[in-house]
């Protein structure tokens, strides 16, 4: 992009280098119907059954995509953070199919919407946005399939384990702010089943529960329980 476009840039096009890059028409008028919005936490984004008509492009915070069951029983699929774009609502503008699973922010969120018509258009007229796109896609189907792989295959201690380290990790903490209700969900399960191995971890020394909160006690004691 040369100088004089760059100036002219919205600020926030400056977390998507992929698409800052990009100077074809169609994708132009594009980011000139784009607009920024603010959403806040716990605040649901996308209902199961509703229509898609927005390209969705976080800048900041995070949007937790899950599945849930007729029973309310939910897991997640994946999340969304800044710089990233929501896959959920690319693959509906694709496939021209209603939401098929839910998402909600779990912390304040900034984020970009482009129109659909508008998405459309760029992705029939532009080869590098079309190209961006199907690399994107790409490449958080494999977070998808990574889920997959885990539901069908491990273990759910195991499951169990890894989530823990990668949120005490994630917050740069020793202490989590985290209901077993809210790890039963995330993980497709109960509570009663999640608070059962938690004990379970508590006694082998990994972690110390208290309410509403699991603080870490041996980040190498929950390695070895994730790779058991």
């Not at 649901?44 to 599945?67: A, H, K, M, S, W």
């Not at 800044?82 to 839910?102: H, P």
């Not at 482009?114 to 760029?122: D, K, L, S």
């Not at 792989?149 to 989530?163: G, K």
Request: net charge neutral.
């Amino acid at each position: 992009m040369n100088s004089a476009a760059l100036s002219a840039a919205p600020k926030w096009l400056s977390f998507f280098p992929g698409l800052a890059e990009i100077q074809d028409d169609a994708w132009l008028e594009a980011l000139h119907a784009a607009r920024e919005i603010t959403i806040p936490p716990k605040a649901v984004v996308i209902r199961r059954g509703d229509p898609c008509q927005n390209f969705l492009l976080l800048v900041r915070g995070t949007v937790r995509v899950y599945e849930s069951s007729e029973g309310g029983r939910e897991i997640a699929l994946y999340r969304t953070h800044g710089g990233d774009i929501c896959i959920l609502t690319l693959n509906n503008l694709l496939s021209g199919a209603d939401y098929a699973a839910e998402a909600v922010t779990e912390d304040e969120v900034r984020a970009v919407m482009i129109p659909m018509p508008f998405f459309q258009h760029a992705m029939a007229h532009s080869e590098a946005f079309r190209n961006f796109i199907m690399a994107t896609l790409a490449r958080r189907l494999s977070d998808v399939m990574r889920v997959v792989e885990q539901v069908t295959f491990q273990r759910l201690d195991l499951r169990l384990a890894c989530l823990l380290g990668q949120l005490f990790e994630r917050n740069k903490s020793a202490a989590i702010s985290m209901t077993h209700e809210e790890l039963a969900r995330e993980l497709g399960t109960t509570r009663v089943v999640i608070s059962r191995m938690l004990k379970e971890f508590e006694r082998m020394g990994c972690i110390r529960l208290q309410r509403g909160q699991i603080e870490l006690l041996s980040s190498e004691a929950l390695e070895r329980l994730s790779r058991d």
